[in-house]
């Protein structure tokens, strides 16, 4: 079992920036590909980002394309997402997540995650 523990919301004003860390323990992530994902008070939750476990390929929803980017360093058993021009849209509670991987790409980039971390609120103003 993978525990995946978030950190690194907090508030901000629109437009500015924020970076988030999601720091694994129980296994290495070498093999997993990680994902980011966001859930507002009365939404579904959406697909943010995703990464392959060598970090050579990353996947984005359109909504954060440009904006966001996630990164990742297996040595240090951690998955960040760095997030600039953020805007009110954004505000939400952003959790990490894992999926074993075989392959160095994501067929279906947005599905298949089955470990999650509780979550860090990061909230945008005006």
């Known amino acids: 079992q993978v525990q995946l523990v978030e950190s690194g919301g907090g508030l901000v004003q629109a437009g500015g920036s924020l970076r988030l860390s999601c720091a694994a323990s129980?296994?290495?992530?070498?093999?997993?590909?990680m994902g980011w994902f966001r859930q507002a008070p009365g939404k579904e939750r959406e697909f943010v980002a995703a990464i392959t476990w060598s970090g050579s390929r990353t996947y984005y929803a359109d909504s954060v394309k440009g904006r966001f980017t996630i990164s990742r360093d297996n040595a240090k058993n951690t998955v960040y997402l760095q997030m600039n021009s953020l805007k009110p849209e954004d505000t939400a509670v952003y959790s990490c997540a894992a999926k074993r991987t075989t392959q160095p790409i994501l067929v279906t980039p947005s599905v298949g995650f089955y470990s999650w971390g509780q979550g860090t609120q990061v909230t945008v103003s005006m």
């Open positions: 129980g296994v290495t992530i070498s093999s997993y590909a």
